[in-house]
């Protein structure tokens, strides 16, 4: 009874620290970030030019069959230069330690096996249906570690998920 109240107490303390310290890290990042208007327009430019790389990507995904060399090297180069604009933000040291925290370390590992993989199944392989699967493996994983960056952002992505599930479910059913 009392070691499982104080056990529970003492777990609820420490998530709460987290959260705070969390926070803490974000309100400061944002501070420095507001006192550096010249930082933000780097990762800003880096970050778009990230998308406008994946955006030509996706130009060959009607060619995919014929030419899925170029839909993985422009992904692949798009979702390095989108993740890598986090790293100008917050400094690459940061970033890195970011990338290794318990919550995002399954995510970061998906993703450099959805990268890697996307590579080797395209130039290596040739195999069209594997470079999909590791491109979409690449992708969502790349979704959620920006979001992770962002204010709410993994929240909004855990709703979408409920949500998403609970329409697949209805659909089945």
Known sequence: GASTATAGASAAAGASRR?????????????????????????????????????ISLNFLPALLLKPANFALFFTLG??????SFALLSGP???????????????SGAYAAGLLGTLVATLVMRS????????????????????SYLPGG???????????GRSARSVVL
Do not use: E, H
């Open 19 to 55: 959260a705070l310290s969390v926070a803490s890290d974000r309100a400061v990042g944002a501070a420095s970030l507001a006192a550096d208007p010249a930082r933000l327009a780097r990762f800003l430019g880096v970050f778009m030019l990230g998308v406008f790389l994946i955006m």
């Open 79 to 84: 979702s390095v230069t989108m993740l890598g």
């Open 93 to 107: 040291q940061a970033f890195l330690q970011g990338l290794l925290q318990r919550s995002k370390l399954p995510f």
């Open 128 to 147: 069209y249906i594997l470079t999909a699967v590791f491109a979409l493996v690449q992708a969502l994983s790349l979704l959620y570690l920006v979001a």
């Open 154 to 164: 993994t929240s909004f992505l855990n709703m979408l998920g409920r949500f998403g």
